[in-house]
């Protein structure tokens, strides 16, 4: 979509009549600014995010919240930390819910007419996150400007631009809306409030990207963009994945890039890409087909991968947000540290915290990050500060699971579509062990192997789980169930939340999805 806007602009305001020429590379000089102005994240990161902050503190002073918290005092961090507390959902909720009908100047300066529907909390089904104008050009529409930019940079050999954008985008949510403001999904905002001349550069139609039913959706993405050049693609890769099945199911054809040749990047986010690589790599086997994440949220949009052979991502640090940290240990403490960018340590997990220019202050948003450089500032999403198993103190987060699965299925043959896991906190022989629910897209070969292999690979990378593990005292062996096809849809289903931009739990110490999950598979817990 953001291929789209850019190349409108460009269209629009030079009035260039292109003839049998690579519009990309045209439109790629546009480009070029900016790509010189990234390189401050290598050389000059701090003093990016000093900028920051004072803008936002500037800002703030015409709202509620910022009277309310002094910001016409504060001068610096120190003051920032002082007058501002750490927040999550719901200290910010009543506030929220007052901008939601109508109110003025309370989070952010002005009317915030957009709110992006996010999962929800302990006591809500679901989170309004406000969308300003100036988040929405600032923070989400910049980023997504900034992933052609680095893409482009590393790619110059890219015709992007000459074919159609393919963007798998999420839907309205129309349940929601109260007089004076607007629901959907992110992605729905993103594509409702761009310049409606774009539509002409991308696919598929408005109408059938903002369609509430993935199922009518996908089938309706397929038929409509069978016969257009599409060179991108774009969303999460579980949703992505079924409508590229989809695509060649209607059109016969085996590979992807049978139907579209000049296919060349899928653009991804949302979730780990690790458990569906091989299976884009066995639909897609185009020698020039590449892949590159961003990590762009209802709250912001805060990291690109900038090096194609670096999985990790840099941090976006000259937009609409101001970065603080929380060491993972300390996050439930009353008195957990926190610190500003440059306190960072490599190999460490941290919460992260934000302040945006969408009225979200120092903002618990509940993701985990570990950095693996400073100067440039890199990091690898780690998990979510919910999503873990810490229910015999093993500690094991997201990225363990990606790992450990990773393996196991390298030494079988095995591949996933979705999976979950949780506790068995004592079963009728008084014993205790996690519970892997897994629907795979290609069986192991030896299931009793995979549970092996995911086992002592999760021993290997995390000490605290192989403590536990230790002569079968504490934790025993886990256990593996195998889901039956489109299992985790059905669940989602069932739940309103097939499509757009909702994920499957993946670590809980809850049992509540699990069990729902194992009755829903016919499967005894």
Same mark, same amino acid.
């Given at each position: 979509m953001l291929l789209s806007y850019f190349w409108l602009k460009f269209a629009v305001h030079k009035r260039i009549v292109f003839a049998e020429m690579s519009l990309t590379k045209i439109a790629g000089k546009f480009f070029l600014p900016r790509q010189k102005e990234l390189d401050r994240h290598y050389t000059e990161p701090e003093q990016l995010q000093r900028s920051v902050l004072s803008y936002l503190v500037s800002k703030g002073m015409d709202t509620e919240y910022g009277r309310a918290h002094a910001f016409e005092n504060i001068k610096d961090y120190t003051g920032f930390v002082k007058n501002v507390p750490i927040n999550t959902y719901e200290e910010l909720k009543g506030d929220i819910d007052r901008m939601r009908h109508g109110e003025q100047n309370v989070l952010w300066p002005g009317l915030v007419k957009w709110y992006a529907k996010s999962s929800g909390t302990t006591n809500d089904k679901s989170k309004f996150i406000p969308i300003s104008? *100036?988040? !929405?050009?600032?923070?989400?529409? /910049?980023?997504? #400007?900034?992933?052609?930019?680095?893409? %482009?940079?590393?790619?110059?050999?890219?015709?992007?631009?000459?074919?159609?954008?393919?963007?798998?985008?999420?839907?309205?949510?129309?349940?929601?809306?109260?007089?004076?403001?607007?629901?959907?999904?992110?992605?729905?905002?993103?594509?409702?409030?761009?310049?409606?001349? *774009?539509? !002409?550069?991308?696919?598929?139609? /408005?109408?059938? #990207?903002?369609?509430?039913?993935?199922? %009518?959706?996908?089938?309706?993405?397929?038929?409509?963009?069978l016969y257009k050049n599409v060179t991108n693609i774009s969303g999460v890769p579980s949703w992505m994945l079924s409508v590229l099945v989809r695509v060649l199911e209607v059109s016969g054809k085996k590979h992807v890039e049978d139907v579209w040749p000049n296919l060349e990047v899928f653009f991804h986010g949302g979730i780990a890409f690790t458990p569906y690589r091989k299976q884009y790599e066995e639909i897609i086997t185009s020698q020039k087909m590449h892949y590159m994440e961003a990590y762009n949220a209802s709250e912001g949009f805060f990291g690109i991968q900038d090096d194609p052979s670096d999985h990790a991502m840099l941090l976006m640090l000259d937009y609409g947000v101001y970065y603080e940290f929380i060491p993972l240990e300390e996050v439930d403490k009353p008195n957990a540290t926190v610190i500003p960018l440059e306190g960072v340590e490599t190999g460490k997990n941290y919460a992260m915290v934000i302040s945006t220019s969408c009225g979200l202050w120092r903002y618990m948003i509940g993701d985990t990050v570990m950095f693996t450089s400073k100067k440039p500032y890199k990091f690898v999403i780690t998990g979510r500060t919910k999503y873990f198993i810490n229910a015999f103190g093993e500690e094991l987060i997201q990225d363990n699971a990606e790992k450990g699965l990773a393996y196991a299925c390298e030494q079988t043959g095995a591949q996933i579509l979705e999976y979950t896991a949780a506790p068995v906190y004592m079963d009728e022989n008084a014993k205790c062990r996690h519970q892997w629910l897994i629907e795979f897209s290609k069986d192991p070969d030896d299931l009793k192997k995979f549970a092996d292999c995911l086992d002592s690979k999760l021993q290997e990378i995390n000490s605290d789980y192989e403590a536990k593990r230790f002569h079968d005292v504490t934790l025993q062996h886990l256990e593996v169930v195998k889901a039956h096809p489109h299992l985790f849809e059905e669940w989602l289903k069932a739940k309103g939340k097939l499509g757009g931009q909702h994920k499957v739990p993946r670590l809980s110490n809850s049992r509540k999805n699990m069990d729902e999950l194992l009755e829903l598979n016919g499967s005894e817990r």
């Open positions: 104008v *100036a988040g !929405l050009h600032n923070i989400h529409y /910049k980023g997504g #400007a900034d992933v052609v930019a680095l893409y %482009l940079r590393n790619h110059p050999e890219s015709r992007l631009f000459d074919g159609k954008s393919l963007i798998l985008g999420g839907s309205h949510s129309p349940n929601y809306n109260v007089e004076g403001s607007l629901v959907g999904d992110l992605s729905a905002i993103l594509i409702e409030n761009i310049n409606p001349i *774009a539509n !002409l550069f991308r696919v598929p139609k /408005k109408r059938t #990207a903002l369609l509430c039913d993935f199922e %009518l959706k996908r089938d309706r993405i397929a038929h409509e963009c």
